[in-house]
């Protein structure tokens, strides 16, 4: 699994994300997933009405300090948890991986 870094903002403070690279050969659904995911990450916003829902921990963290931060998806959207695993991809850490 490779990753990709983008450097944006989160409440206000610099943040470098990590995501997974989207990969060529993966299903069209884990690709959409994939995606939506990053784009959920850098706005704040999935196409599916999600928005991102920062934890207590997460709006505290110190600078340099990895977080994860959470975001709610609506049900069925290819960026959940759940959609993603019927593919075997499973969720990891800030993004996901091939189970
Ligand atoms: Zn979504």
Known sequence: MSYDA?????????A???LPT?????????????????VATLTGRCP??????????????RRGKVQRAGFVHEGGCPATDEELR????????????RG
């Open 16 to 18: 470098l994300f990590v």
């Open 22 to 38: 989207i990969p060529d050969d993966a299903p069209p659904a884990v690709r959409e997933g994939l995606a939506r995911r990053r």
């Open 48 to 61: 599916c009405g999600g928005r991102s829902g920062l934890n207590r921990a997460a709006r505290r963290a």
């Open 86 to 97: 019927k593919f075997g991809w499973v969720p990891m850490f800030g993004g996901g991986g």
């Open 6 to 14: 983008f450097v944006g903002t989160v409440a206000g403070k610099k």
